[in-house]
């Protein structure tokens, strides 16, 4: 049930009022002055206001300016009403921010559909408001659980990285203490410039995906079939792997480096985890509707269906290898820039098919260009 407002001096007409709403299934409070209408609105948050214009205490004009001023009422949409049918009145109403104005005595299918357009106008404005809100929540959300992700990785990782230099270093002065040469810390010295140089790597991609923000996007046209045909001509593989673009991919208003990076990552992936002795990797685009779904397939190892989500959070995808292990969030980063999403089936020792949706609406020239 809908809550109106009405704050009139005249007795008759504000019953009147009343009466109408009442009877339509609204819930109506009752004010005689513009102070006592402020302190109904503070109190009962009404979904709309009805007022008159002269009123002691309060006129209709000094309570919507106060109205304007309060976090709780700023939002409420008022209809005045008046006597006057002047146009000085109107002009003052409406500068003031007024959603409608009606003269008395007031017709009764001219009050209700303004009340009931008035009323669907504020639940409009509500629901983006909570949609906003809740877009909103959702990025900083998302912003929190990646500064602890980053904070995790720097403790875990590099913290790690240095205590095993740390102990390489030990180790070698103790041969060197035993055999007062330093031939026997040959693998010592190895596993230190091992650990050096993913150290180096790490913090190269974290600075690669620190530096995706929407700010750095510059959208271009980019025919993503060239694009990949580029990236497969340019990528070192073995010979009995092959790599091949399925159907003709489509032309996107992308940032070229970023989306570039998503493919390189992806097929990289796929090439590393290829065991079998013929290997395949297979690029190809779905058009639905709303998106388009690319998908980057390989007959590789696979992977269990427990990682399918630890795989794109970047400390769970941290392994002991050289690889820093950072690509796949990095791509989920840049995806949910463009609104997207990626995400992985696999059936383990027969292949692994990464997908990712880019929405027309968000990669479409004709949009960008409305925006």
């Not at 998503?262 to 002795?277: C, P, Q, T, W």
Request: glycine share 4%.
């Amino acid at each position: 049930m809908y809550k109106v407002l009405i704050v009139e001096d005249t007795l008759a007409i504000r019953e009147e009022i009343y009466d109408i709403l009442f009877l339509e299934g609204y819930e109506v409070f009752q004010a005689e002055n513009g102070l006592i209408g402020f302190k109904l609105a503070l109190k009962e948050q009404p979904d709309l206001i009805v007022s008159d214009i002269l009123m002691p205490e309060l006129n209709g004009f000094e309570m919507f300016e106060k109205l304007q001023t309060n976090n709780k009422t700023v939002s409420i949409p008022l209809i005045f009403l008046s006597a006057k049918a002047e146009k000085e009145d109107i002009r003052i109403g409406m500068n003031l921010g007024a959603e409608d104005y009606l003269t008395k005595p007031t017709n009764v299918d001219d009050l209700l559909n303004a009340v009931k357009n008035k009323i669907k106008k504020k639940l409009i404005i509500d629901q983006n408001i909570i949609a906003k809100t809740g877009a909103l929540s959702e990025i900083l959300q998302n912003q929190r659980i990646e500064l602890d992700n980053y904070s995790h990785l720097i403790s875990h990782e590099l913290k790690s990285s240095l205590r095993n230099i740390s102990d390489l270093l030990t180790w070698s002065q103790e041969d060197w203490d035993e055999t007062n040469n330093f031939q026997d810390s040959t693998i010592n010295f190895q596993l230190m410039e091992d650990r050096i140089e993913k150290m180096d790597l790490l913090l190269a991609k974290l600075e690669q995906y620190n530096n995706i923000m929407s700010a750095t996007f510059k959208n271009k046209l980019v025919n993503s079939n060239t694009m990949v045909t580029q990236i497969i001509n340019e990528t070192h593989k073995p010979s009995a792997v092959t790599i091949k673009i399925k159907n003709e991919l489509p032309t996107l208003f992308v940032d070229g480096n970023m989306v570039e990076k998503v493919f390189k990552i992806l097929i990289g992936n796929a090439l590393n985890h290829i065991d079998k002795k013929t290997g395949l990797i297979e690029i190809a685009c779905e058009i639905t509707q709303k998106d388009y779904i690319f998908s980057i397939a390989d007959n590789g190892i696979g992977i269990h269906e427990k990682y399918h989500k630890k795989i794109f959070n970047m400390f769970e995808a941290i392994e002991s290898t050289k690889s820093a292990g950072i690509g796949l969030s990095m791509v989920k980063k840049i995806i949910f820039h463009y609104n997207g999403k990626v995400y992985v089936k696999s059936i383990p020792n027969v292949e692994t098919i990464f997908y990712f949706n880019l929405p027309i609406s968000a990669v479409s020239l004709k949009k960008n260009r409305t925006n």
